[in-house]
């Protein structure tokens, strides 16, 4: 039982990729770092011996800070946090204990663009739909809380991302882009790309990816949920004139489906009249 201080890793384990989800911070040092450079999804590092500079920006923050073994590293972090108004606790067992739980674990690496305050930077084209609202959801709930993703004409989305520093995404003859051909059963869209070249590998995610799937690449045969899905990103498109606005409400779509897919998979739900008869 961890102490008020601590989170066990089946606890952080619940909030990761939810709304709900704290600040991850990993404190780890330089060489265990690069023995496992992988992180626990949507954290990012900071050095604990500049605790005392970096501190004051969480204030009023719920965080949750991880060393090598969640010893003095997490701990001694955690506390200055807290001096410094957050509310923060250190991980159980530290990144050891996530990893040989089995937790998600995100190559960070596959990120190659970030700016000046480090958050990646993303350009797809304008006027969104399914793919371009799920993977910047996967991005912001499992790999970088605050990245910025800009929607633009197709015609200067590539000069776009060379001008700006950004990863393009959801276009033809890029990374992060569907794969295997369109006519394909094996044919694939960039959500799914998103998923295993980041490693998030989970039963819940792997069945959203195939929603995802089936309702942009119009095969609703692949899940019987995705007409719906499909149905609530063409109403979200038409409500929105805003595609940062669109994305916006689409997160909350994103979260209950995820959310679904997590927990709620054997649940049914029948009506039936309760006023007796005679």
């Avoid at 201080?5 to 991850?24: D, F, K, N, Y």
């Avoid at 969640?70 to 807290?82: E, M, T, Y």
């Avoid at 990893?99 to 797809?124: C, F, P, Q, Y």
């Amino acid at each position: 039982m961890p102490s008020p201080t601590e989170i066990s890793v089946a606890q952080l384990a619940r909030l990761v990729g939810t709304p709900h989800a704290p600040i991850l911070i990993d404190v780890r040092i330089d060489e265990d770092h690069a023995a496992d450079p992988r992180m626990i999804p949507a954290s990012f590092r900071r050095d604990h011996r500049l605790v005392e500079a970096w501190a004051g920006a969480f204030r009023d923050r719920k965080v949750v800070v991880s060393c090598q073994r969640g010893l003095k590293l997490s701990q001694g972090a955690a506390a200055w946090l807290r001096h410094a108004g957050a509310d923060a606790q250190s991980l159980e067992g530290g990144f050891e204990a996530w990893r040989d739980a089995g937790e998600m674990l995100v190559d960070m690496a596959k990120i190659a663009n970030r700016d000046a305050s480090g958050r990646s930077i993303w350009v797809t084209r304008a006027r969104p739909k399914v793919d371009r609202i799920a993977c910047p959801w996967l991005i912001r709930r499992f790999i970088d809380p605050e990245a910025v993703f800009l929607f633009v004409a197709p015609s200067e989305l590539r000069a776009v991302a060379e001008r700006f520093g950004a990863m393009p995404f959801d276009i033809d003859d890029v990374f992060w882009s569907h794969r295997g051909d369109i006519t394909s059963p094996d044919h694939t869209c960039t959500f799914d790309t998103m998923v295993s070249e980041f490693g998030l590998d989970s039963p819940a995610l792997l069945h959203l990816a195939r929603i995802v799937r089936a309702a942009d690449t119009a095969r609703p045969s692949l899940a019987p949920q995705a007409e719906g899905l499909l149905a609530a990103s063409l109403g979200l498109s038409r409500m929105f004139k805003d595609d940062l606005g669109q994305l916006e409400a689409g997160m909350m779509l994103y979260d209950a489906f995820y959310r679904w897919c997590r927990d709620g998979v054997e649940e049914t739900h029948n009506w039936s009249n309760p006023t007796k008869k005679g």
